[in-house]
Nanobody
Framework: VQLQASGGGLVQAGGTLRLSCAAS????????TGWFRQAPGKEREFVAA????????AYADSVKGRFTISRDNAKNTVYLQMKMLSPEDTAVYYC??????????????????WGQGTLVTVSS
């Protein structure tokens, strides 16, 4: 499975962006999908994840209430709707797919496939 993340860009603080993660070479079906981000000089951190059925989601505390993860299995695409963006959200955002259980949604080693990343820059 190959993952292609897109939708990043430059946005002002308080603005919104929607990231997409499209799968090719296979189906997203039965995979949980997560979003992670890495800011310059920082470790990669968990942002959000969703089970293939969409029935379970998880969010980092820093994005709860501002970001929403969703998926369209028919389109093999997972989305990350981001609102009320702040400069602290500036990072390269990566999507990943695998078979983590809910308790390991935030563990990057639980994911088998990674996209190339899309840069989100939030200006103050």
């Amino acid at each position: 499975v190959q993952l292609q993340a897109s939708g990043g860009g430059l946005v002002q603080a308080g603005g919104t962006l929607r990231l997409s993660c499209a799968a090719s070479g296979g189906s997203f079906r039965n995979y949980a999908t997560g979003w992670f981000r890495q800011a310059p000089g920082k470790e990669r951190e968990f942002v959000a994840a969703i089970r293939w059925s969409g029935g379970n989601t998880a969010y980092a505390d820093s994005v709860k209430g501002r970001f929403t993860i969703s998926r369209d299995n028919a389109k093999n695409t997972v989305y990350l709707q981001m609102k009320m963006l702040s400069p602290e959200d500036t990072a390269v955002y990566y999507c990943a797919a695998g078979h983590p259980i809910v308790s390991t949604f935030g563990n990057p080693t639980a994911y088998n496939y990674w996209g190339q990343g899309t840069l989100v820059t939030v200006s103050s």
